[in-house]
Structures are given as C-alpha cells and as structure tokens.
C-alpha cells in the first residue's frame, strides 16, 4: 500500500479545510514533500473545492440606478390620455361606419341580378351554379341548399 492510498478522500479534504490538528498536519506535509501521487491527489481535491465555491459565489449586487427625472408621473398621465382619445376615435368611427354595411344577398338575389343574354333561346341557355359552402354549420347549409333549390 503506497502513501497515496493510505489517505482517505474525507482525510485529505480536512486537510485542505485546515481541520486537522497541528501533529496530522505536519505528517501529512511531510509525505506531500516526497510522494507525488500524493501530492497531485492534494491539488485535484483542492481544484475541485475552488470550483465548488465558485459555483456557489454569490452575484454581485446590481446597483440602484436613479429613475430618470423626465420619466415621473406626468409623462405616464400623457400617454394614457393619448390611449384614451384614441380608443375613443376608434370606437366612434366604428359606431359611425357601422350603419353604412350593405347587408348581403341570398343566392336568389344574386341569381336575379346576373344579365342574361337576351339573344339566347330559352332551350339555349342552361343554368350552371357553384355553390361554396364555407360553414360546417347544418342550419347555413340547409339554407344555403333551399335557395339553390327554388332557383333552379
């Protein structure tokens, strides 16, 4: 057994914490001064102890800026204003322009507003129409469906 195993890893941590007695001390001293195994197991341990209390370092405290002097109250009690006048321009445009929609025509509307050539014979002129339902809703296509009926 040489003298690098003779020496626990809780042994030598003592050590490098400065918890062993002034006799253990110095015996160890003396074996790191020829032994380096040893010695390089010593500094591993203390390596890894720096990283663990760098790991565990505190941050630096941020430091207190002054708020700004242009930034108080007011300045906030202006950009809620201007929040406030326009959601109240918005909202009264909405209101005004709300009447002004045109309501949208059914399939029969539209149907008998399409020109027809009057130089067709009616056994010339065949009716063709596309329906496009945009809906999964059953009550639109039934209505949708009933319009295409009664125009046809």
């Known amino acids: 057994m040489s003298q690098s195993e003779k020496f626990s890893d809780e042994f030598l941590n003592a050590f490098i914490d400065g918890e062993l007695d002034e006799a253990e001390r110095e015996q160890l001293l003396d074996i790191l001064r020829h032994d380096e195994a040893l010695n390089a197991r010593v500094?591993?341990?203390?390596?890894v102890r720096e990283?663990?209390?760098h790991a565990y370092r505190q941050p630096p405290e941020p430091t207190r800026q002054r708020p700004d002097p242009g930034r108080g109250k007011w300045p906030r009690l202006g950009t809620g204003i201007a929040a406030s006048v326009l959601l109240s321009l918005g909202v009264a445009?909405?209101?005004?322009?709300?009447?002004?929609?045109q309501p949208q025509g059914g399939l029969l509307d539209i149907a008998q507003s399409m020109q027809l050539d009057p130089?067709?014979?009616?056994?010339?002129s065949t009716w063709r129409v596309?329906?496009?339902v945009t809906t999964a809703d059953p009550y639109r296509l039934k209505t949708v469906l009933d319009e295409a009926e009664d125009l046809l």
Do not use: F, I
């Open 51 to 53: 990283l663990l209390q």
């Open 119 to 124: 130089r067709q014979t009616a056994a010339q």
């Open 130 to 132: 596309v329906l496009h």
């Open 43 to 47: 500094c591993d341990l203390q390596k």
């Open 93 to 101: 445009m909405g209101w005004a322009l709300h009447g002004q929609q």
